[in-house]
Structures are given as structure tokens and as C-alpha cells.
């Protein structure tokens, strides 16, 4: 189990950018796949960018692909969100989450993410 503290949201205008940090505790960090998620009221929680354990392979959704980049340091226990050319459409509460090697599953799953933050507000206004 890792305990998960997003940071760096806030209020941005279109265009701008921001970049949302995740710190992890736990000597197992180097291990797990790292997702970030958003959810805005009355809506489901969406997969936003996922990073394996090693930091060589990432997933994105196709509404932030090319605009988004997440990345982690290990030796820091910590991953990234890069956030660029942001829209209104990106506002949501942003959340880390943590997925353990021997859980399978898609990494756009929400499901098999076991440990979560307590989020993180973006708010782009227009």
C-alpha cells in the first residue's frame, strides 16, 4: 500500500499550463504503475495518463494526447502531470492512483487502482 498526496492545481486561463505532482510514500513505489484520473460533478471518474513502473511506457486519453505528459522519478518517489495548452473541458478534481504489479487489468481502469489520493482542483476558465 502507498499513500498518495496530489499537489499543484489551481486556476489557469485557456492556453496556460500547469504541472501536478503526486508524492508517494513507500518503499514499493518503484514498482507500481501510476495513473492520473479526473472526475467533475456528476460524472465518473475518467482515466486521464497512465506510467509503468519503469517510466518507459505511457498511456493517455485521446482528449489530452499531445497536450499532457506524465512522468515519474523514482528515486523521488514522485510522478508528474505536465499540463499544456489546457482547456475549460480539463476543469475537474484531479487524482493520483497507484496499481500494484500483481494487479491486472487495463490501465484505463479505474478499478484496478488500489490506492488514491485525495485530489487535486483544475479550474481553466475561458
Known amino acids: 500500500q502507498v499513500q498518495l498526496v496530489e499537489s499543484g492545481g489551481g486556476l489557469v486561463q485557456a492556453g496556460g499550463s500547469l504541472r501536478l505532482s503526486c508524492a508517494a510514500s513507500?518503499?514499493?513505489?518503484?514498482?507500481?504503475?501510476m495513473g492520473w484520473f479526473r472526475q467533475v460533478p456528476g460524472k465518473e471518474r475518467e482515466f486521464v495518463a497512465a506510467?509503468?513502473?519503469?517510466?518507459?511506457?505511457?498511456y493517455y486519453a485521446d482528449s489530452v494526447k499531445g497536450r499532457f505528459t506524465i512522468s515519474r522519478d523514482n528515486a523521488k518517489n514522485t510522478v508528474y502531470l505536465q499540463m499544456n495548452s489546457l482547456k475549460p473541458e480539463d476543469t475537474a478534481v484531479y487524482y493520483c492512483?497507484?496499481?500494484?504489479?500483481?494487479?491486472?487489468?487495463?490501465?484505463?481502469?479505474?478499478?484496478?487502482?488500489?490506492?488514491w489520493g485525495q485530489g487535486t482542483q483544475v479550474t481553466v476558465s475561458s
Open positions: 492512483a497507484a496499481r500494484r504489479p500483481d494487479i491486472g487489468g487495463t490501465y484505463y481502469n479505474r478499478r484496478v487502482y488500489g490506492d
Open positions: 513507500g518503499r514499493t513505489f518503484s514498482s507500481y504503475t
Open positions: 506510467i509503468s513502473w519503469s517510466g518507459g511506457t505511457t
